[in-house]
């Protein structure tokens, strides 16, 4: 699960707020959909106050309830991630949908946000029957995942030690900055594999762009190699 910052100790005065933003992170890195009952354990707090900030939630179409009133994520959020680095998910728009049809995989570009990455776009493959759903605003922490890692590579030293608590590389981001790819199997979710490349945009916040597929990741340099072009061409669009 992602990192989540705890709602309890915040001043009075942005509790409420501090929860709803804690509710969504929570909701965001849980991999189905929770009850009131979990949201409220999650949020450590009691059941009529975790009832309070869902019903605001609602209200803004930020989360939705289903027919057995579990919680979920709703369509607003879809609309406020456009907001995040929009001239960048702009250019990555058909790179990535390219990339996606071109090797039938999930396309998507990912940007590290503290200590974590989180998708600002995605692409799957149109003439395949099964692919990865990754929408925008998953997030998972740097330390797992092949986006994780190839963008750890990037980190400086003491940028490491501000958001990991150490200067040295992990042994997968080792990996990564040898090869010039990173990859990953069963560290995000179970089953599905991934392999990411960095993407360098000057103004923008470290970026990296990704295949995700239900099998293991096969001939990696060749679809590195892809990767690599469409990264290329994102840059390119970007300016």
């Known amino acids: 699960m992602a990192h989540t910052r705890s709602a309890a ?10 929860r709803g933003l804690t509710a969504l992170e929570i ?16 949020l450590e707090v009691h ?31 879809t609309v406020l991630a456009r907001g995040v680095a ?9 790179p990535v949908a390219d990339l996606a049809n071109a090797v039938g995989m999930t396309a998507f570009l990912t940007v590290l946000d503290e200590a974590d990455v989180i998708t600002i776009h995605s692409a799957e493959p149109t ?5 990865v759903a990754r929408r925008p605003g998953t997030r998972h922490s740097i330390l797992v995942g092949a986006p994780g890692h190839a963008l750890e590579a ?29 990859v990953s199997e069963s560290e995000v979710m179970g089953g599905v594999s991934a392999i990411a490349v ?22 990696p340099e060749a679809l590195a190699g892809q990767l690599l072009l469409a990264a290329s061409r994102i840059t390119q669009s970007y300016h």
Do not use: C, W
């Not at 909701?27 to 999650?42: K, V």
């Not at 900030?53 to 009133?69: A, Q």
């Not at 150490?166 to 042994?171: G, H, K, M, Q």
């Not at 960095?198 to 001939?219: D, K, M, Q, T, Y």
């Open 27 to 42: 909701l965001a890195a849980h991999d189905r959909p929770m009850s009131l009952n979990e949201l409220a354990e999650a």
């Open 47 to 77: 059941r009529s106050n975790a009832y309070r900030v869902l019903r605001t939630l609602e209200e803004h179409r930020l989360v939705l309830r289903d027919g057995e009133g579990l919680i979920r994520l709703g369509p607003r959020l």
């Open 154 to 182: 990037l980190l400086t030293r003491e940028r490491r030690l501000e958001l990991l608590g150490t200067e040295t590389l992990s042994e997968q981001a080792q990996l990564a900055t040898a090869r010039g790819y990173a």
């Open 127 to 131: 003439k395949v029957d099964v692919a």
């Open 9 to 18: 100790n915040a001043p009075v005065g942005s509790q409420t707020l501090s």
């Open 198 to 219: 960095p993407v360098h945009i000057a103004g923008e916040p470290p970026a990296a762009l990704a295949l995700a597929h239900f099998a293991p990741i096969r001939e």
């Open 86 to 94: 929009p001239g960048l998910s702009t250019a990555a728009a058909k």
